[in-house]
DNA sequence: AGGTAACCGAGACGGTACGTCGAGTCTTATT
DNA sequence: AATAAGACTCGACGTACCGTCTCGGTTACCT
């Protein structure tokens, strides 16, 4: 009954670790996620590819480590959702900096990579949407449901749907390039969403 | 700005472009995107690799046109999207439609394949939007501008915003598999947004 | 009882047929016989593939008689084997003549590349033998018997080993590059082989 | 100035090795040379293609070294050549073995692939003469040579050149095929070239 | 003089092998 | 025992040519 050997991980090295991460997503946001091989990553990391295959299944979940890796240094300062008491303002602002974010190709390059993986690869998926995007989307529903307790959004809204009314169209745009993914959109995006939201008079 | 001499298209082998086709979309349905290879469509197709390579730049691209050839083929009887007056009603119908189609393995496969290479792949995006998804997008943007006329939908609202959060929402969750996608999922979507389209008393 | 369609040669275009010869020499002189390519004589010729395939069986065929065309050429004014009464220095003049021609490279490509084939292919060693290496071998039967009426070789010798010890040495050090090729070489094989045809006293 | 990375020989498998070289001489000797593929040599082999072009530059030098690898292990009883004091008796010994060496399939098949790819290319045909042919001629220079100080050769005479008054003829023979190749024809070759070697009265 | 059968240029086709790349496994020596 | 290094088997890549096969278009013979 013995599982196929698993390596002793208060043995393994952090610096090989980080140096993986590091080149991962150099490599990924230089020459391209298709382009980049594990060989390659462990070249550029100065390690050996057993250190690789070791630790990690497949080059997906190795940039998917590595990119939540960075993902939470920068979480560490969170800022959340705002609740100022105005929804509208404080979801353009949010909605802004996600459009910023996905606007810049040191996040765009393996955030793409990771999504497009996702979309294939069921197993990954549930890695990212749940490691990396849920914990996002809660935040919407949080700040949903204090607009729904100050009364500004109606009582039999589902917050889960509502967040997916915003989010959904960013993503749209994002993933496949539709039309360009502006400001402007964000805010639109979010008066459309709340116009069907705020209660009737 | 010599063109790489292209091959001469009227002597192109209809047979072997319809091998080629079938043979596309039977392995990726049978073994995935991934695991599909040009040599293996080749010779399961019976076809010569060069004649894959004289064709189309990509495994991707022979994808796409063999899905396009499907999709036109079963677009003769267009649906479309009806107009009875009751734009709920008539939303409702589609998206279900669509969730349908989205649940069902022989249209999931190649074309979550085909989403997933645009992700990261501009160029196949440009195609993939523009001669599959765009077309149906603009059916929206007709159905939604005719409500606006009926005084259905407020004056001031774009269409192109409009549709993206009937469509974005429905893709987020196909894309990710961040929920099932159901009925029930199309149609609160389709209330959620016409509540903020329709006009105010 | 058909044969497989024989090509009516009366219609055959010598125009090709000489564009064919000279882009097989030129290609194989500037390239080498390996990176010489049927497909590369066709289009060097202007010419389609067929119209090769259609006259010839291999590459090495067309070689062949296209050396075989030049070498018929060279030969009308056919210099053959003196006989002014000094075999000796008669031998000597034919050797250096055929060592100038073996170190010309638009003679040795060819020909080399043709010796090559024929090692290996029987079929075309018998034609290569026959149609130009024989005939010239031949020239020295002549000589020899010439020169054994005349008393000058002994009368037991056989003419045809004879021919082989001078021409064989030649040989050798011409297809393998054992040592350089000279006039000084042919002089030599022709004094030592001589030695031994000379009528003993 | 840099060596694009040279593989670790101390790592180097054995086992493939050795499959490798049998495989190559088998495919060569059933198939012929010409036939003969790298894959086709991996795939008997049981050895990955890279393993092949890792270690030679081309099929020509993989079956090079097979042929050295048997000829030294032949080699071991080492024959040379015999010194009897009888020049002629000892000559018409070793070239007699030869002649059945070179009618004998096994040998002629690689042997005969060897030579042709030779001529028509000097840097395999360098090591081919220097690793293969030059060891053999050196056994005629020296046997030469000791018949000269035993006064069975004339003083004047070079070996080396002698030498090729023997080898050229039968290598003549058995690469073009001009003639059979036989016992009868290698006793002549040596009494017609002793005959003027040997000193005169 | 018109019809027709061949050769001709061109090049698409089904194939085979090329030489390269990278995957994932295994071995060796080092720390 | 984990590591850096890298050789191993394997499979696919994209390319180059093979030899076969149409496809018009031009000759050149033959009614």
Redesign the interface.
């Known amino acids: 009954m013995a599982e196929s050997k698993k390596p002793d991980s208060s043995r393994r090295s952090e610096r090989s670790r980080r140096a993986i991460y590091e080149a991962a997503l150099a490599l990924v946001g230089e020459t391209?996620?298709?382009r980049t091989t594990i060989e390659g990553i462990a070249a550029r990391a100065g390690v050996g590819k057993q250190t690789i295959y070791r630790w990690w299944p497949s080059k997906a979940a190795v940039l998917l480590e590595a990119f939540l890796d960075v993902a939470e240094q920068a979480a560490q300062g969170e800022p959340l959702i705002p609740d100022t008491g105005d929804l509208e303002a404080d979801l353009k602002l949010v909605m802004r900096a996600t459009v910023d974010e996905l606007n810049s190709p040191p996040y765009d390059a393996p955030a793409?990579?990771l999504?497009?993986?996702?979309?294939?690869d069921?197993g990954l998926?549930?890695e990212?949407?749940g490691r990396l995007?849920?914990p996002q989307?809660q935040l919407y529903v949080h700040r949903l449901r204090s607009a729904q307790d100050a009364g500004h959004v109606r009582a039999g809204?589902?917050p889960?749907?509502?967040l997916?009314?915003l989010?959904?169209?960013?993503?749209?745009?994002w993933?496949?390039?539709?039309?360009p993914l502006t400001h402007a959109?964000a805010d639109?995006?979010v008066e459309?969403?709340?116009?069907?939201?705020a209660p009737r008079p």
């Open positions: 391209g996620y298709a793409r990579a999504a497009a993986e996702s979309v294939v069921p998926a549930a990212f949407v995007l849920e989307l809204v589902d889960r749907i509502a997916e009314l989010v959904g169209p960013l993503a749209h745009r993933l496949l390039r539709t039309l959109y639109e995006v459309y969403a709340l116009y069907g939201l």
